[in-house]
């Protein structure tokens, strides 16, 4: 089928023209030039996200605004107000640091699923100078030791039914001196934790924020590599420029705006641009705890009546395969603009949009690493379906080729930033070499493949490296073999990602079995609910093939490339390091 090769669109329609000097002004005075009125700062080096986010806003007209509309999976709701945000996230400041001895820098991690507390939890622990450490809420065991443990945290906020889905790894976690427990209703506890309801219950509404310079430590999010455990992201205070810049002027946020992003704030989307980013520009933003559904969310849309829309390309593509129906039976009168992330975009779905809501919608690039959007379809340029967009203002992109030189346009290559931006991480937590290694001749280079064309607008070609993006979420393979060779019938494995029309890959694992073993349906089964449970249902193989013996080379390390190129039907490439049979 033949995509228009470009969209155009009712440029006039759009509230905010970018005036590109407004952004360069805002990064000066960033700089320590001057001091920013807008964003309300302490002074030119000190800025707290938090209260940026919501304590900025109380000298203004915003103070009752409502910054949080919460819908809970069985259609109760709640409402705060930047007030309310502000008065509670200051009471669990006080909780942190009065009654649990947190201090600046202490990493204070949330497992919990979309409830109000993880917000007012996460803007509390900023107030108190801690690092926060959000964990998504279907992860496993495995996948929360792991990153507990590394980043050594100190005090963990979490609900009774997923606490016992850990219980077994807190043991190994000898830095967590303490846990916090949101009941919301829930049964049985265990009564040597702590309960939200009660600490806050005791707590002051007043609380001096901690004075955090723009250089401290404010966020880990972990992120999945081709070797190893996750390895945590760390962005400082200062990010929030990003957020506030991109969300201004990429997501073109207006005072009156109903915003919904979809993301879970686990990721690094559900705090940049699900917290931070439509806080700190004043807009109510509209939250459902539950998962996707065609038919709840377009409901959803119609009933908040939501302006601004922020998701991600797999579940716009679920919403394509509902059927066009569904949505016919709503109405999206009230929305603006609609913006995707996590993954590239796919033309079709592009222009299924401008079909079905009559507004196209707007790719952008990011990682993790980046902290904020670098690369857009902006509200007021043309859209080249399939493209990443341009970049940013202030933000240098470039293709540059193995030798980091920079390529001239329509030529292939590794997708780099010049470094610098606010948003930027600042370290892998205790992984300093493996930080540097992603600097090279004054670029960051990010791990992605891609071209630009001579208009400026980037197209994703693909990753470097072995890392899944399965439905939005990175998974790394050595984590999920690590898991995998765990299980007792396996002997080796080895995990690559299978192109997918839904989740873009899935994860599709090759396993070798140990003598008095055979395979099985039931034990493919077994294999995937197992790693299902100790990492999450992203991370579990769609797909599990048995084979004999696992290519490797003569050092024993397993060739993912072939198995990859073999499941393809790819060009098996150099086979020289191969191990002999």
Known sequence: MEYPKIIKLPLEQYAIKPNLQDYFKMVKEFSGDKVSLELDWFDSEHINIAHVAIDSHLKTDRRDKKALIWESKKGEGEEYTFQDLSRLSNKFANVLVK???????????FFLERVPEIYIGILGTLKAG???????????????????????????????????????????????EHIILV?????????????????????SESFDIVKTHKEDYAIMHYTSGTTGKPKGAVHVHGAVVGHYATAKYVLDLQE??????????????????????PWSNGVTQVVYEGGFSAKHWYSFLERKKVTIWYTAPTAIRML????????????????????SVGEPLNPEAVVWGKEIFGKAFHDNWWQTETGAIMIANYPIQDIKPGSMGRPFPGIQAGIVDDNFNELPPGKEGNLALRPGWPSMFRTYWKKEELYQSRFKNGWYITGDRARRDEEGYYWFVGRTDDV???????????EVESVLIEHPAVAEAGVIGKPDSIAMEVVKAFVSLKDGY???EELRHDIQKFVMKRLSSAAAPREIEFIPTLPKTRSGKIMRRLLKAKELGLPLGDTSTMEED
């Open 99 to 109: 009654d649990l001895g947190v201090r600046k820098g202490d990493r204070v991690f």
């Open 130 to 176: 801690g690092v926060i450490g959000p964990l998504f809420s279907a992860f496993g065991p495995d996948a929360v030791r792991d990153r507990m443990a590394d980043s050594e945290a100190k005090v963990l906020i979490t609900s009774p039914s997923l606490k016992k889905k850990i219980n077994e790894v807190i043991p190994e976690l000898p830095a967590l």
């Open 183 to 203: 009941r919301r209703g829930e049964g049985k506890v265990d009564l040597k934790d702590l309960f939200y309801d009660e600490v806050m219950a005791e707590a």
């Open 256 to 277: 009156k705006d109903i915003y919904w992003c979809t993301a879970d704030p686990g990721w690094v989307t559900g705090t940049s641009y699900g917290m931070f980013g």
């Open 320 to 339: 394509m395969k509902a059927g066009n129906e569904l949505p016919q039976q709503h109405g999206f009168d009230s929305l603006r603009h609609m913006y």
């Open 468 to 478: 899944i993006n399965t439905a939005g979420h990175l998974v790394g393979p050595f």
């Open 518 to 520: 055979a395979p099985s």
